[in-house]
């Protein structure tokens, strides 16, 4: 297995744009994460999914914001539209169980100008 | 908002020295996770332990856990300068996985 592979691994784009990252979990895993990463606040989980369900939408900044799983193999996280303070690293895990290790995706670095 | 706080948060030592990192917690867990970051990528899984456990070993990573002190520690020991990363606990609450801040080494040849 490829292990996640997640897309693009840069972004650069301009303040008001919408941005979409992917996500393609390990093959039979039951759950993706996507977490954002920054020097102020450190790794935070923005939302989870179970069998393509989102459970937990709690760490979503703000309704600019939005998430989906069309299927077991594909998730996006979109942000439209995009602000300077939405510069971070964007990174998707999945895993087997819910409490089990995570595996982590190379994460997008995302800079909005 | 953080659940695990790790300790110190930078770490610089000598190759073939050992390296201790330790990471608190606030409630009640039912394990507890070390992940490694290098520079520029994502996270990887190290070591699983559960809250019935005091100790677990992998190869040259040794971690404890004091559940009555809500505390663990990751030592590496005979570090190289490969082990030069970001290390991270993370601690199960009741409906998610939260990361501490990390802990910075910096294993020098």
């Known amino acids: 297995d490829a292990g996640v592979i997640q897309s693009p691994r840069h972004e650069v784009t301009e303040m008001g744009q919408e941005v979409t990252l992917r996500c393609k979990p390990i093959?039979?895993?039951?759950?993706l994460f996507w977490y954002r990463q920054t020097m102020m606040r450190g790794l935070e989980l923005l939302i989870y999914?179970?069998?393509?369900?989102?459970?937990?939408d709690s760490g979503m900044p703000e309704d600019r914001f939005s998430a989906k799983m069309p299927n077991a193999s594909f998730s996006t996280l979109k942000i439209q539209p995009s602000e300077p303070r939405d510069s971070a690293v964007y990174f998707c895990?999945?895993?087997?169980?819910?409490?089990?290790?995570?595996?982590f995706g190379p994460g997008t670095r995302l800079t909005v100008l | 908002s953080q659940q695990g706080e790790e300790d110190p948060q930078a770490l610089s030592i000598q190759e073939g020295e050992n390296a201790t990192m330790n990471c608190s917690y606030k409630?009640?867990?039912?394990?507890l996770q070390w992940y490694r970051q290098n520079s520029g990528r994502g996270l990887v899984h190290l070591i699983l332990?559960?809250?019935?456990?005091r100790e677990k070993h992998s190869g040259r990573l040794r971690v404890t856990l004091d559940t009555s002190k809500k505390s663990s520690s990751l030592l590496i020991t005979a570090s190289r300068a490969a082990d030069t990363a970001s290390y991270f606990c993370?601690?199960?609450?009741?409906?998610?996985?939260?990361f501490g801040t990390g802990t910075r080494l910096q294993v020098f040849p």
């Open positions: 993370a601690t199960d609450n009741t409906d998610k996985l939260i």
């Open positions: 999914f179970n069998n393509n369900v989102p459970i937990d």
């Open positions: 895990a999945s895993s087997f169980f819910f409490r089990d290790e995570q595996f």
């Open positions: 332990i559960r809250s019935n456990e």
């Open positions: 093959s039979g895993h039951d759950y």
């Open positions: 409630t009640s867990i039912n394990n």
